[in-house]
């Protein structure tokens, strides 16, 4: 089994900065690319970052310049550092993880979120 716990959300002034942190467990031989999501309220959920197997990174327009992704490689582990945060980053951040499967080429596992809130 395959999981992916969130951390390091919580509420912060515009203008201000959080980390979020990521890790996944369970039987995990490699992983294709890491990655978080994100849901506002009423809103679809939307990719925020990802990083590849290879250590490349793409960006939602919307935060290109103030959130940046890494990772761990050692510790699984793939982090969100959040600059210059918006009132429109408030969101439920979602970690994602995509691993190789035998059954169906790869496999998606997303977390149960943590609560952004950016206060204005």
């Known amino acids: 089994q395959v999981q992916v716990v969130e951390s390091g959300g919580g509420l912060v002034q515009a203008g201000g900065s959080l980390r979020l942190s990521c890790a996944a467990s369970?039987?995990?031989?490699?992983?294709?690319?890491m990655g978080w999501d994100r849901q506002a309220p009423g809103k679809a959920r939307e990719l925020v970052a990802r990083?590849?197997?290879?250590?490349?990174?793409n960006y939602a327009d919307s935060v290109k310049g103030r959130f940046t992704i890494s990772r761990d490689i050692a510790k699984n582990i793939v982090y969100l550092e959040m600059n210059t945060l918006k009132p429109e980053d408030t969101a439920v951040y979602y970690c994602?993880?995509?691993?190789?499967?035998?059954?169906?080429?790869?496999?998606?596992?997303w977390g149960q979120g943590t609560l952004v809130t950016v206060s204005s």
């Open positions: 994602y993880l995509n691993v190789p499967s035998v059954t169906f080429r790869y496999l998606e596992v």
């Open positions: 369970g039987s995990i031989s490699s992983i294709n690319a």
């Open positions: 990083i590849s197997s290879g250590g490349s990174t």
